[in-house]
């Protein structure tokens, strides 16, 4: 059973920074994307950032980019997002993701089919 345990979420103010971690099990992930998304009160899920399986591959959704880095260790099945410059308007639930299909880096939920239960990112103004 795959599993995509996140840590790192928290309370932080404006112009903080947080990093969030997403711990794989179950499965490899070396030839597969990873990513993030976000989802606030009372909207959408929406797509933070996705790394593809060598790096070189990485896409940000344009709220973020320039503040949040991707990173990942492939022989340690693990994502983090680095989140500098926060703002109060990045609260939200924070998903890590994984893609069952090789050699693509998505940025639309249905293309990801591992999801973590979330954790929560507090930015205080």
């Known amino acids: 059973q795959v599993q995509l345990v996140e840590s790192g979420g928290g309370l932080v103010q404006a112009g903080g920074s947080l990093t969030l971690s997403c711990a794989a099990a179950g499965r490899t992930f070396s030839n597969n994307a990873m990513g993030w998304f976000r989802q606030a009160p009372g909207k959408e899920r929406e797509f933070v950032a996705a790394r593809g399986w060598s790096g070189s591959v990485q896409r940000y959704a344009p709220s973020v980019k320039g503040r949040f880095t991707i990173s990942r260790d492939n022989a340690k099945n693990t994502v983090w997002l680095q989140m500098n410059s926060l703002k109060p308007e990045d609260t939200a639930v924070y998903y890590c993701?994984?893609?069952?299909?090789?050699?693509?880096?998505?940025?639309?939920?249905?293309?990801?089919?591992?999801w973590g239960q979330g954790t929560q990112v507090t930015v205080s103004s």
């Open positions: 993701a994984a893609d069952r299909e090789s050699f693509r880096v998505g940025v639309r939920s249905p293309e990801y089919d591992y």
